[in-house]
């Protein structure tokens, strides 16, 4: 294989690992408005304390693999997105700090829970705006509105859109891991959230269908719409499944792995109207990618340490599976 396309499709699976389970963490900063009592509050973050720092392993490793492999998205990319990922990055930290001191703080923890909620909220909106940004065609480089030439309206949508779709992960979580009450009113959130989600992904698959071109013409040239039908088709059918399951009895497991499935066809969406660019209408991964040799350089360190990671992550899940019990302790 093309080394170039083997790691566009690392930094591909290494982002989706990321929104998938990172996604539903922030996601339950996002719906803290709606759990009101302390008690309710402590049995989500015990939920999520075992894996919500390792989740993050992922964002560092797309990082590393788009800085080593393709420099010059890297640094065409950054210049324009500088502001909303450094405020990302300050979300994240205060989402943290949160983690360290909420269990142990008394008279000051209203104050972690609103740097939680937050943290959680800028860091996937900026996600989001970021995520609308390149799919929109950013410029790689300094443009005529220098710090805020990542924000439009259509950046602002997906950057809202993002926030939604990470609430209705976290809800579907939250029916997996609770019982009694919290498994009720999440469900029930959740029911409103996936209407939402649905109509989010129309409005966002009009407008990026309407404003580019190649896009347009990569989705209804020839019998593409044909080849590509599966997918919107496999998402409307998701959508249901998981409104259906989301009801006054819900399914334990199966809406978390409904809504996972609703990520990865958005995901391939995604990556079917912009390969093979990184930086749309600009640099592709062939023009961004660092010399052979340097890519050869990466390989054993990327072929030991990526099963390392996904064997972590699964034995972590796996050790800490089933239901979280309000009579622990701290994290």
């Known amino acids: ?135 929109q065609g950013v410029e790689a480089g300094p443009g005529e509105l220098g710090a805020l030439e990542w924000l439009s309206p259509f950046s602002i949508f997906t950057g809202f859109a993002l926030m939604v779709a990470y609430a209705l992960l976290a809800c579907c979580y939250l029916v997996m891991k609770s019982r009694g009450d919290i498994m009720a009113r999440a469900a029930h959130l959740g029911r409103k959230l996936v209407l939402a989600i649905m109509a989010i992904l129309v409005v966002v698959s009009l407008w990026t269908v309407l404003a580019n071109t190649e896009i347009r013409a990569r989705w209804f040239d020839g019998l593409n719409f044909l080849l590509l039908l599966p997918l919107p088709l496999l998402s409307v059918l998701f959508g249901w499944l998981l409104y259906r399951d989301l009801d006054g009895q819900p399914h334990e497991t199966r809406p978390f792995w409904l809504a996972v499935g609703l990520f990865i066809l958005g995901f391939i969406g995604l990556v079917v109207g912009l390969f093979p660019y990184l930086i749309p209408h600009q640099l592709t991964l062939w023009d961004a990618r660092a010399p052979n040799s340097s890519l050869l350089f990466l390989l054993p360190g990327i072929l030991i340490f990526l099963p390392l990671i996904c064997a972590y992550t699964l034995w972590g899940y796996r050790i800490f599976s089933g239901k979280v019990e309000d009579f622990e302790e701290g994290y």
């Open 1 to 135: 294989m093309d080394l170039a396309l083997f790691y566009y499709l690392l930094l591909g699976f290494a982002v989706l690992m990321y929104v998938v389970l990172d996604g539903f963490d922030l996601g339950l900063g996002i719906l803290y408005p709606w759990f009101k009592s302390e008690a309710e509050r402590d049995h989500m973050m015990r939920s999520i304390s075992h894996v919500w720092d390792g989740n993050e392993t992922w964002l560092v490793f797309g990082g590393v693999v788009l800085f080593a492999a393709f420099p010059a998205a890297y640094a065409g990319i950054l210049v324009t997105l500088y502001t909303p990922i450094i405020i990302m990055l300050i979300g994240l930290i205060f989402r943290g700090v949160a983690f360290e001191y909420r269990f142990k703080s008394h008279r000051s923890k209203p104050w972690w829970d609103k740097s939680f909620f937050l943290g959680s909220t800028v860091a996937a909106f900026c996600q989001g705006a970021i995520l609308g940004a390149v799919v």
